[in-house]
């Protein structure tokens, strides 16, 4: 199966990649709906709501600052670098993260949609501006605006929550990569979150062969043409190395 998923790619004018939580779990992120991805029993259902914030920005900035420390302290894996190394090779590539981590940035990927935002931005609830801000952990929860005005807001982590949509600009340009491909990779997402699980089936009726990379079944295990069951830092490297 890896040679006949490699001479796809190596004869593909276009290739596409979505990728989720489980590309980071082996740099020790917990994903969303495996065991060990709760945090004092919350789903992110529970937490990444516009609501949840309303109710209590300190519960869900707390859930945000125990996140931002996992991911300070983690490195880029050999999936990640795979996937950098792909887009050095392919004329035509596109690499779309549901992940707000970075860890993409950091093994140097620069095709990069990030379609659920990123967890290193915050974005004042009045006014709009956006700061980068690398801490770790954030001292004052929740934290706030430091635009200089008048406004005081709370600031919010910069991602996408359930009911939000997606920056509409990055999600444009990730409908056409995906419609564009003749390879679509699906790298360690459960496929459950819409919209960016139909990016899935719209590269498949567009025409792209679709391969999926989970150690688990998804909901389009069964659509795609390979569905190979591995973790993502053991089967990109080897995909990587055999299409040079
Ligand atoms: C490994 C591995 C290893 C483990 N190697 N693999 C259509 C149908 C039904 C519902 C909807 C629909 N359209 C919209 C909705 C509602 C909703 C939704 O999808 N709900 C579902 C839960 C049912 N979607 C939305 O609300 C979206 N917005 C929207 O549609 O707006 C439209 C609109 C808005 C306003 C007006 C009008 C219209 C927004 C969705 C935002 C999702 N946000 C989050 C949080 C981001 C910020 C943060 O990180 O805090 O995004 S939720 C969370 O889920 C996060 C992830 O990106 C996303 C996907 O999770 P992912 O990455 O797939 O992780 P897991 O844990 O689910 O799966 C991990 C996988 O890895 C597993 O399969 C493992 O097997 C595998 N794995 N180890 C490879 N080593
Ligand atoms: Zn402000």
């Known amino acids: 199966m890896i040679s006949a998923i490699r001479d796809l790619i190596r004869t593909a004018r276009s290739v596409a990649v979505l990728t989720g939580a489980g590309i980071s779990a082996e740099s020790g992120i917990p994903t969303f709906r495996d065991a060990g991805g709760l945090w004092r029993n ?77 967890i290193w931005t915050l974005r004042c609830t009045a006014c709009g501006c956006e700061r980068r801000d690398l801490r770790p952990s954030l001292p004052q929860l929740p934290p706030l605006c430091e635009c200089g005005g008048p406004c005081q807001g709370f600031a919010r982590p910069g991602v996408v929550w359930f009911g939000e949509g997606l920056p509409p600009a990055i999600w444009a340009k990730s409908e056409e990569a995906a419609a564009n491909a003749d390879v679509f990779l699906v790298i360690g997402t459960s496929a459950m979150v819409y919209p960016a699980a139909g990016l899935v089936h719209l590269a498949q009726a567009s025409g792209a062969k679709v391969v999926e990379v989970n150690p688990a079944e998804t909901p389009v295990s069964r659509m795609v043409a390979f569905t190979w069951r591995a973790p993502a830092a053991e089967a990109l490297p080897l995909l990587v190395n055999q299409t040079e």
Do not use: C
């Open 42 to 118: 919350f789903r992110a259902e529970d937490l990444a709501t516009p609501q949840a914030f309303a109710r209590d920005p300190k519960l869900v900035w707390e859930w945000y600052n125990w996140r931002r420390s996992l991911i300070a302290q983690a490195e880029p894996n050999a999936g990640h670098y795979a996937l950098a190394e792909l887009e050095k090779r392919i004329p035509d590539f596109t690499l779309i993260t549901q992940n707000v981590d970075g860890l993409h940035d950091r093994a140097g990927s620069m095709r990069l949609l990030k379609i659920h935002g990123d």
